[in-house]
């Protein structure tokens, strides 16, 4: 089990520019990335033990943050 953090730009390395464009033009995916960001803290901090979480917890959070990445890389194959 990896303990590194999964940020957008690591995800999205080719999509820089576009990353940055999208949040500065659309607040939609602004809401998008940053509840990506919420979450994936939130699964950095249980995998790091800091956060207390049973693994059905963990897994839910991980759906989630799945969930947004596709969203996600959605909006940045349309961009």
Known sequence: ????PHEL???FPDAADALHALKTTNA???RLAEAY????????????????????????????RLHLKDE???MLAAA
């Open 1 to 4: 089990m990896s303990h590194v």
């Open 72 to 74: 996600i890389a959605a």
């Open 9 to 11: 730009h690591e995800e």
């Open 37 to 64: 960001h919420t979450v994936n803290r939130e699964i950095h901090r249980v995998e790091t033990q800091v956060t207390p979480a049973s693994d059905e917890t963990l897994e839910e959070l991980k759906k989630q």
């Open 28 to 30: 939609h995916f602004t």
